[in-house]
């Protein structure tokens, strides 16, 4: 199997997949620490710590910057004062740690023939979050996958990626796809034929289709005079396939390995874009 190239087209790099970091559902433990902080303070600090930790809150009443006056707080009122300040410091706090941990995601969507290939690919990119492989591109909703292999619905097998642009940029995801893809195919990919195999790249924003519109002249101008067929097409609605598709080769990987070997991917891609350097 080919590992993902994650720099130049042509050089491949053995890569690994990374998940998603776990996310902070902040609103519910903000509500818990206020509560906690207002079980303290009524209680005088019998469990867990002394309301003169925060006594300058209830001291500033007393203070004359001449433009403000402060009347009495009840200590009603006070206890409630300082377990709002308490919420709102324990909201703050979680929120930085969740703006921290929770990574910018961007999403991309490629063809590249079969789509268990094409999420093998992508699952060994590092700043890959996750991949979904459905069908787009096509007219009939909610697509099957008996519907779209029997080329009436328009749809091409494809992935959706999620990926963290931090670790790794759309260029980058873009040379991962041409080298494991065969860009000379028209309504095909290696040994699977069809419109519901054709190759193409759809774009989601105009950064996006600037960039694949660049690197195909490159492409274009390495197998010139050949013509190369892989689309630019804006991204439509896209249709998860059926569960047993997602993560085949990790579910099935003697059949998914022999499907691979016997349909020629590698060796096609190896014609194509020569043998992988695995010194990178």
Known sequence: MQDANVSTMGIEHSTFRTEAPPRIEWFPLAGIAGAVMLLHLCTNGRYGFHRDELQFLSDARHLDWGFVSYPPLTPFIEHVSLALFGLSMAGLRLFSVFAQTAPKTETATFAGGCFWCTEADFDKVPGVISTTSGYTGGKTPN?????????????????????????????????????????????????????????????????????????KKVVQAKFAPRVVHTEIVKAGQFYAAEDYHQDYYEKNPLRYKFYRLNCGRDQRLEELWGKPDKSS
């Open 143 to 215: 697509p099957t996958y008996q519907q779209v292999g029997s080329g009436s619905t328009g749809h091409t097998e494809a992935v959706e990626i999620v990926f963290d642009p931090s670790k790794v940029t759309y260029q980058q995801l873009l040379d991962v796809f041409w080298r494991n893809h065969d860009p000379l195919a028209k309504d095909r990919q290696f040994c699977d034929s069809g419109s519901q195999y054709r190759a193409a790249i759809f774009y989601h924003n105009d950064e996006q289709r600037r960039l694949a519109e660049e690197s």
